[in-house]
DNA sequence: CCTCCTCGTGGAATCGATTACACGGAGGAT
DNA sequence: ATCCTCCGTGTAATCGATTCCACGAGGAGG
């Protein structure tokens, strides 16, 4: 492949002059920036990044590390992190951690090595030994969606306190009373804060949250349906569950079904994260919307002000309720809550 | 950050000698490889993964140019590319083309300036020409999904002629004459030998395909809702109509779900692409399920031989149809064709 | 006419690794 | 004792860019 060298070879000039007029540097004379696009052109010459990264000490390359592709939510996320990267003349290099704080460590590590200038992430854990590494060291760093308390990096996510209590609201004037929660794991922020808000709200209504209604998931589908099996061999089981994320409100579907019992007459069923298929599962789920897409491109903006030595502040934005029919429908036509209702 | 100068100082060795224990290479001294590893943890040195690239022209990074991240399909095969990429350790940079020419060609080339080792593509179109430029070149290159015909690149896809031909049985076993097909963009292999598959599995039971009943759609979700649309205006609507991925079935279902109209009941609903959802829509949708993980793997494999100087052939494996509630029920309890029917 | 600036350009150092080559010392063969 | 080999190590070139510094030409000002 050709070279800096070949180019200025071929345009007669020296190589520093062919690399001002790559980096339109201004003091070139007319001439020559001409001769250098041509010779360019003609070599069809593509500069090294590599190279230019190693003298320049910068990749324009973000690294983001993410809980799990395979979740709707984080690869929509996922997707608005790299439109707005590349609006802003960055790459993404993403990193799959599953859930697994080992292999969060893993592409921590390897990202690093490639000394991508800055790092997303949305922890897995309490904060794996790497992370934490990074974090001392100084490389600029945001979290989306979770975060590590007592760890100074701006955090980009949303609250879903509000849009929890509007749905408590609903579920209460749809007369239920036994709610309730399939949680994330204790370890990560939005596992705890959820069950929190909802412990919180349902309070608010002279409700209690017994253990016995909090089955402990791992933002995946199998644990959902493991605990919706728990919840349905009760003495009591409750009237609604309420999954803390979308992929463990499958499992619940599934775990629902398998019983042969029927949404939202047998059992109501609601979600954290809204995805498109929501509209289209049998029936329609309940859930609560974060703004995705938003939260990525804060994200990315705080980062990349962080990186070009701006500020970069925590960014919070808020989530809301969309009511469809998984929790049965509201016996009077008013809606319980100045909430947005969504097509059938 | 710590450099290998500092190793070399520490270690109280010369940076070559450093080197060679870094790289496993046999002939070190015990001795000294103990002080160098003593040193490398003191300082917690990491070597630079751009410094080592520019040498050994070697990035030990795959790319992967895909055609719509947020198609669950897609999600998958990335997924499990990264996988086997690590597993062979090779990191894997994702760029999303979003069904565009365009940003494919700009992914294409920004990897490129990169030095990745090579590229793995599911092409949008028929070629853009940064692509096709890359294939030239000799840049070790893959296929997976869709590829360019004339192009002597190898293939890594699944073949649907069979699972196509086994579902067309099913819907004829149903009693459904009147089959339409909403199909992927006519640039892409996929998009066309879909079609090609769906209109030959009809003439074996002596149906004609009529234009009428040929939608043209683009693999996304409001390209089936309008198309659908379309099919439903007719003086004589189609009985079933199949989508020829899964976004575009999604968009078929919002249509008629707005019409008031029901699944299966007033029109049949098939799919291309299994995906976990399609088990809780209403109904569940029948589908022609990729062995996607596999297709993943095989991928990386067949780039990986090319990348290390092995041979790296093309891999077809068969897709199979999945029966389930979206096209009617069997009006006998036996099955139309040898064919897996999945749990209701 | 001389001096001083400015401007465009080239030479060479540099980034952090890998690796070809040279070199010194130890040990075996003669 | 001499020579050869092998082994472990160090010196320096190299990868492809960027960028500091020096230099020469040409114009402005005295």
Redesign the interface.
Known sequence: ?AGIKDVAAEAGLSVATVSRVLNGHPSVSEDARRRVTDAVERL?Y??????R??RTDQ?RTLGLVISD??N?YF??L??SV?EEA?ALGY?V??G?ADERPDLQD?HV??L????IDGLLVSPTDGGSPGML?AAR?GTPMVFVDRWIPGVDVPVVRSDGRAAVRDLVAHLHALGHRRLAIIAGPAATTTGRERVDAFREALAAHGLELPDAYIGQGDFQ?GSGRRVTEGFLDLAEPPEVVFAADNLMA?GA??AI?ARGLRVPDDIGLAAFDDI??F?????PVTAIAQPTGELGRAAVRALVDRIEGRTGASVTLPARLVVRRSCGEPASPESPSPVRRSTP
């Not at 593509?46 to 190279?51: D, F, L, S, T």
């Not at 690093?112 to 000394?115: F, K, M």
């Not at 509209?279 to 029936?283: A, I, S």
Request: no cysteine.
């Open positions: 492949m069809g593509r500069p090294n990044a590599v190279a990264s190693l990749t592709v395979m709707p690869t929509e996922a997707r790299e590349r790459s290099i993403i799959n893993h590590t390897t690093l090595d490639r000394r590494g060291a589908a499958l579907l599934d079904r498109p298929w509209v289209h599962t049998d029936p």
